[in-house]
């Protein structure tokens, strides 16, 4: 419950800092859309009324959030409990995956990417905004290398010198649109990646060509 608690109450400065990214790729979705780890639904307000929108959260307490935000908006929800590296819906199934904040976090990356192209529809997008690894050799790379224990420790696994784009140029899908740009309200996690990935048609996990 506290790390809800900490999503809901305190993390309003970062989420203006990203308001513009999160608006130019979550305005124009359509269709079936699912979100792994919506916390307490920060990115809903982003989301068109008329989508029909699927959230896979661990933490049962953050749902009560997820339901009043979106009763709020008028969206069309449902809530689901489970893992993002063992997604709880068919293959080829929706339209868009949203992941924010998320990669930082999961114990297997690579597979959880994996696990969104698979219910990908071929043509449906990915769409991310995550913080990332500093350069190599910076100073502030050698921070996140040695806050990571820490970080791990009390901010539900994040580890903040991942090279998530690494993990999404190499899953295999058709196109990719990626962009580097820094969060300044940051301090550790200040290094960020937004972009949409494009599963190809007739394609399954694992195949095709990036970029």
């Known amino acids: 419950w506290a ?19 999160k608006q130019a790729l979550f305005g124009g979705i359509t269709g079936d859309v699912l979100e792994i780890g919506p916390g307490t639904g920060v990115n809903l307000v ?12 661990p933490n049962k307490f953050m749902h009560s959030y997820l339901r009043e935000l979106g009763l709020k908006l008028g969206l069309s929800i449902d809530i689901r409990a489970g893992a993002a590296e063992q997604l709880p819906v068919p293959d080829n199934s929706m339209d868009a995956v949203i992941s924010t904040q998320v990669l930082c976090s ?11 192209q698979r219910v990908l529809k071929p043509g449906g997008r990915f769409l991310f905004v995550e ?27 994040c580890h903040p010198d991942r090279e998530t784009w690494s993990d999404i140029e190499q899953a295999g ?39």
């Open 3 to 21: 790390q809800a608690l900490i999503q809901a109450r305190l993390n309003v400065r970062y989420e203006l800092s990203g308001a513009g990214k």
């Open 46 to 57: 982003y989301l068109p009324v008329g989508i029909r929108w699927i959230g896979v959260e």
């Open 106 to 116: 999961v114990a297997d990356p690579a597979k959880v990417v994996q696990e969104i």
């Open 131 to 157: 913080h990332v690894a500093a350069a190599s050799g910076t100073r502030l790379r050698r921070w996140q290398r040695l806050a990571r224990p820490i970080s791990a420790l009390i901010g539900d696994g």
């Open 173 to 211: 899908f058709a196109h990719i649109q990626l962009e580097h740009f820094e969060i300044e309200s940051a301090v550790l996690s200040k290094p960020h990646i937004a972009g949409v990935a494009i599963k190809g048609p007739g394609l399954s996990a694992g195949t095709g060509r990036v970029r």
